[in-house]
């Protein structure tokens, strides 16, 4: 039996904003090499020392888990992780 993963698949179960806030947070932490763990919604993602090319991976990362797909027109509205994660929500359906 192959061994449980700590993110549900989102066919399983729609993820919380809890679990989305925490796959951004690790995701960051990742592409960045850098502890993001105390990140909150409210955080703007320009503060967080992470330059574009890296938020694109962040977005990309994001999209590949969750299976969606966030419009390149989506993205220039998105100041903070707060607007991110609600951008997520909307694709999820």
Avoid: C, H, Y
Avoid at 16 to 23: D, I, K, P
Avoid at 52 to 66: H, M, N, Q, T
Wanted: hydrophobic residues 40%.
């Amino acid at each position: 039996m192959p061994a449980m993963m700590t993110t549900p698949k989102v066919d399983e179960a729609r993820p919380t904003r809890e679990m989305l806030l925490a796959m951004f947070r690790e995701t960051a932490s990742e592409v960045v090499e850098k502890n993001f763990g105390e990140v909150a919604e409210s955080t703007v993602i320009s503060e967080l020392t992470i330059d574009s090319l890296g938020i694109l991976e962040v977005i990309g990362s994001l999209e590949r888990r969750l299976r969606i797909q966030i419009p390149d027109e989506s993205l220039s509205n998105i100041r903070t992780v707060r607007d991110l994660l609600d951008e997520v929500e909307r694709r999820i359906g």
